[in-house]
């Protein structure tokens, strides 16, 4: 056992709790990009300006998505 494993265990969380919290951080994370998606379409950041961005966001829906689908 890990000593990650053994935490988890001590604090009786569950895969899904862990599931749980994965999502919500990675649905924070992607709430921290949403000023960056709303300068990109009020014009403020060029196509270029704003690729990184929007590859990032992409990766972390289909992160959630994958996620979710598995509950």
């Known amino acids: 056992m890990t000593k990650q494993e053994a935490i988890d ?4 969380r569950t895969p ?3 599931k749980r919290r994965r ?3 990675l649905k924070a994370q992607l709430s921290a990009t949403d ?4 300068k990109y379409a009020e014009g403020l950041y060029s196509d270029d300006e704003y690729a990184a961005t929007k590859a990032e966001r992409e ?5 959630i998505r ?5 509950e």
């Open 9 to 12: 265990k001590m604090l009786k």
């Open 16 to 18: 899904a709790d862990l």
């Open 23 to 25: 999502i919500e951080a």
């Open 35 to 38: 000023y960056k998606a709303i």
């Open 66 to 70: 994958a996620l979710e689908e598995g």
């Open 59 to 63: 990766a972390l829906r289909e992160q």
